[in-house]
């Protein structure tokens, strides 16, 4: 059974860092690309970073860039999402999502920045 679940969030001021875990299960997650999405209350899903199965190549989307690493553990099946000088803007909750045979979502994990 195919499994993605998210953990780290939390709430953090201004400036803060936090980390994001997104462990997988039940394929081979080394052959697939990564993606993080962030989605803030009333707008739509946002594609926050990518990270490549092999090669581990990197995108991020021009509002984090400089500010979060996306990175991978093929040993560990596990994906993260660092995030360095946190504003207020960067409040969403947070998914992981691969497309293996289809695309698999996990359940989320909230990111609040805030004073």
């Known amino acids: 059974q195919v499994q993605l679940v998210e953990s780290g969030g939390g709430t953090v001021q201004p400036g803060g860092s936090l980390r994001l875990s997104c462990a997988t299960a039940?394929?081979?997650?080394?052959?697939?690309?990564g993606v993080w999405y962030r989605q803030a209350a009333g707008k739509e899903r946002e594609l926050v970073a990518t990270i490549t199965g092999i090669s581990g190549s990197r995108k991020y989307a021009n509002s984090v860039k400089g500010r979060f690493t996306i990175s991978r553990d093929n040993a560990k099946n596990t994906m993260f999402l660092q995030m360095n000088s946190l504003k207020p803007e960067d409040t969403a909750v947070y998914y992981c999502?691969?497309?293996?045979?289809?695309?698999?979502w996990g359940q989320g994990t909230q990111v609040t920045v805030s004073s």
């Open positions: 039940g394929f081979d997650f080394s052959r697939y690309t």
């Open positions: 999502y691969v497309l293996f045979d289809i695309g698999y």
